[in-house]
C-alpha cells in the first residue's frame, strides 16, 4: 500500500516569514496530493490540493509544488501569520473504482511565533 | 460546501461495553464512507472503507470483528466498537466524498472521541 513520509515533524517560523513542509509518496499511482490543517481536537479542513497533472497550484499564500519523478511535494506558506499556527497533514490518494483512500503523512506541528 | 456530522462527538464508556458512532452526510449522498482513528499528537489512520449496501473493506491490522461498520443508507454509516478496551480511546474521524467514490475531495466530520475507562 501507499506510504507518505512527512518532514519535518515539527517548525517554528517567525511571524511574516516562509515555511515549507515536504511529503515523499511511494505508490506512483497516486493521483491526487492534499493538504490539511488540522486544529486541536477538530476535523482535518482541506486547504489546498494538486492532481498528478499539474506540478504546481497556488491560492494566494499557500501553494503546492508536485514531482511526480521524484515522489515528493511540497507546501508553501508565505507571509505566515500567528494563525497560521496548527498541525499540517499531507496525504495521497489514487482515484480506483469505488474508492480514494487517503493515506496521509505524519504531520507539521506550524507554530508561527508573534 | 458539502457538510458531513458524526454523532457524539464525545462519549465515555466502560470497559467492555460497546459504542456506536453515526456519521451522516447532510446535503449529499455518499456511497463510500471512511473511517479514521487518530491518537494524541499522531496523523489519521485508514481504519476502513464503508460501502453502502456491501461489506466494509478492513485495513490490514483492523479487526473487522471489534470495528463494525454498517452503511445503511447512503446518507448514513456507523462505527460500533465492540467490546470497548481503555487501548480503543482515540479521536474517530469519517469522511465522505460528496461525488462518490471517484470524486477526488474528501469532507470530514467533525470527530468523536471516545474515552474507554
Known amino acids: 500500500g501507499e506510504n507518505v513520509e512527512q518532514h519535518p515533524s515539527t517548525l517554528s517560523v517567525q511571524e511574516g516569514d516562509s515555511a515549507v513542509i515536504k511529503c515523499t509518496y511511494s505508490d506512483s499511482a497516486s493521483n491526487y496530493f492534499p493538504w490539511y490543517k488540522q486544529e486541536l481536537g477538530k476535523r482535518p479542513q482541506l486547504i489546498i490540493d494538486i492532481r498528478s497533472n499539474v506540478g504546481e497550484k497556488k491560492d494566494q499564500r499557500i501553494a503546492v509544488t508536485l514531482n511526480k519523478t521524484a515522489k515528493h511535494f511540497s507546501l508553501h506558506i508565505t507571509e505566515t501569520q500567528p494563525e497560521d499556527s496548527a498541525v499540517y497533514f499531507c496525504a495521497a490518494s489514487s482515484i480506483q473504482t469505488g474508492a480514494n483512500n487517503l493515506f496521509f503523512g505524519t504531520g507539521t506541528r506550524l507554530t508561527v511565533i508573534p | 460546501g458539502a457538510v458531513v456530522s458524526q454523532h457524539p462527538s464525545w462519549v465515555i464508556c466502560k470497559s467492555g461495553t460497546s459504542v456506536k458512532i453515526e456519521c451522516r452526510s447532510l446535503?449529499?449522498?455518499?456511497?463510500?464512507m471512511f473511517w479514521y482513528r487518530q491518537f494524541p499528537k499522531q496523523s489519521l489512520m485508514l481504519m476502513a472503507t464503508?460501502?453502502?449496501?456491501?461489506?466494509?473493506?478492513?485495513e490490514q491490522g483492523v479487526e473487522k470483528d471489534k470495528f463494525l461498520i454498517n452503511h445503511a443508507s447512503l446518507t448514513l454509516s456507523t462505527l460500533t466498537v465492540t467490546s470497548a478496551h481503555p487501548e480503543d480511546s482515540s479521536f474517530y474521524i469519517c469522511?465522505?466524498?460528496?461525488?462518490?467514490?471517484?470524486?477526488?475531495?474528501?469532507?470530514f466530520g467533525p470527530g468523536t472521541r471516545l474515552t474507554v475507562t
Open positions: 464503508s460501502n453502502e449496501g456491501s461489506k466494509a473493506t478492513y
Open positions: 469522511s465522505a466524498p460528496p461525488g462518490g467514490g471517484s470524486s477526488y475531495e474528501q469532507y
Open positions: 446535503d449529499f449522498q455518499a456511497t463510500t
